[in-house]
């Protein structure tokens, strides 16, 4: 089987329930030099660790084009999820060109990092943000870049409370690998029925959440 004709990766079974208040789309979207005067000219209540991990929630949603309300996570490990299920989802759903594949690939992770980015920026410059909740959302930052990076893996991945999403980010991985190496040498192109990765990567997807 070809591995650029893997079925698509399906990351959105287990999403928490959406709820929680939305934010403005301008406030998030401005740079941290322009969110300070908005939130001086409106009354704005002291940013708690929930509504600040909804704001990074938000604006990776809105980076990514994905629609739909912001699913809620009630800390860095549950948020994290939320964003990387995010970010699968947001893949291209096949392979057909792999040169297009791995370039969309890279783009939605310097997306994802730099909405990340943007919402930390935002947390910091809420007035009366107590430390503690800036804090919490630069530790989600650097967990979700942690998490998306394969070299090497993280340890965190063998955890317990990751164990349902490792599957799926691990066929990321090798779709992601194995296209870069047809790229670079024709001859360890995956052929159609004899790839041992791809049939890696169906017993993965029969044990996907």
Do not use: C
Not at 164 to 170: C, K
Not at 186 to 203: E, V
Request: charged share 20%; aromatic share 4%; hydrophobic share 45%.
């Amino acid at each position: 089987m070809d591995v650029t004709k893997a079925p698509p990766l399906d990351p959105t079974a287990g999403l928490p329930p959406t709820g929680g208040p939305t934010l403005q789309r301008s406030t998030l979207s401005a740079s941290a030099t322009d969110i300070a005067p908005l939130v001086d000219q409106v009354h704005i209540q002291p940013l708690d660790v929930a509504a600040a991990l909804q704001i990074l929630i938000a604006e990776v949603r809105a980076g990514l084009g994905l629609p739909g309300d912001a699913a809620v996570g009630s800390g860095p490990t549950q948020t994290a999820q939320v964003l990387i299920r995010m970010f699968l989802h947001a893949l291209p759903a096949d392979a057909d060109n792999p040169s297009t594949w791995i370039a969309e690939s890279a783009r939605l992770d310097r997306v994802i990092q730099s909405a990340l980015d943007r919402a930390v920026d935002a947390v910091a410059v809420w007035r009366n943000v107590p430390q503690s909740v800036v804090d919490v959302a630069k530790e989600t930052r650097a967990l979700v870049a942690s998490l998306l990076s394969d070299a090497p893996p993280s340890p965190i991945w063998f955890r317990p409370e990751w164990l349902g999403l490792a599957p799926t980010i691990e066929r990321y991985w090798r779709r992601r690998r194995l296209l870069r190496r047809g790229l670079t040498d024709p001859d360890m192109r995956p052929s159609r029925g004899n790839d041992a990765g791809d049939a890696d990567a169906r017993n993965v997807d029969d044990k996907s959440p």
